[in-house]
């Protein structure tokens, strides 16, 4: 697989309550022209909802976020994860990370963060929470001292503020919450999520 960051301007980042509307979510954001789906650990469906989308949605490359514990690395690849994303870095977890073999996004938020995994030899994470932490003028400026990391920022991105991201030369594309509005999942509205997924894959 080539590298996350260019597959697509924008990666769904989803919180999945039922299950049932995993698959039919994931098969409209592909349609829509977004195939990478971050799926996030933070409900009881996480799990399930990754092996269902990995065994069931043609073109999905799906993925776990909120990793948060080493634990929950293989737990995620074992559901068929094929990239791992998470909040930060604490050493065990990229530890057990790199073992694992699978693409992953460690999560930084400062300089010193991005250098410590830069010595380690990775050159592409998160930037979470991105808006919170400084921004499209923070990645610009870090762009300065390490040219050869990139970015998936993260966190309070919006339609209106993606494409100051994805002009970055260090960002390669940006996690969005906005792709599966909750409203949208509730009613089974997947015509809606096909349609917000289409304008986003246009962002870039």
């Known amino acids: 697989m080539s590298s996350l960051l260019d597959l697509a301007p924008v990666v769904p980042v989803v919180v999945v309550d039922d299950v049932e509307t ?6 409209a954001l592909v349609a829509g022209g977004l195939p990478v789906i971050e799926v996030t650990l933070r409900t009881e469906a996480g799990l399930e909802s990754i ?3 990995a065994a069931e949605v043609e073109g ?8 948060r514990r080493p634990a929950d690395v293989e737990a995620a690849v074992e559901a068929g994860s094929r990239f791992l994303v998470s909040p930060g870095s604490p050493a065990a977890l990229v530890d057990e990370m790199i073992a694992s073999g699978v693409p992953f996004l460690p ?16 050159r592409e994470m998160k930037f979470f929470p991105a808006e919170q932490a400084g921004g499209v003028s923070y990645l ?6 390490l040219p050869e990391v990139r970015f998936c920022p993260t966190g309070g991105i919006r339609p209106a503020t993606a494409p100051a991201y994805l002009a970055l ?11 599966t ?7 089974g509205d997947y015509a809606a999520i096909e349609k917000l997924a289409a304008e986003a894959a246009r962002l870039r």
């Not at 999905?60 to 990793?67: I, L, N, Q, S, Y």
């Not at 999560?107 to 990775?122: D, P, Q």
């Not at 509005?181 to 009613?187: F, R, S, V, Y």
């Open 51 to 53: 092996r269902r989308i």
């Open 169 to 179: 030369p260090n960002v390669g594309c940006v996690g969005g919450t906005w792709l």
């Open 107 to 122: 999560g930084v938020a400062t300089a010193t963060e991005v250098m410590a995994l830069f010595e380690r030899g990775l």
């Open 181 to 187: 509005p909750a409203d949208a999942l509730a009613a």
């Open 60 to 67: 999905a490359v799906v993925g776990a976020g909120t990793v």
């Open 140 to 145: 610009k400026a870090l762009g300065g001292p």
């Open 22 to 27: 995993a698959v039919p979510m994931a098969r």
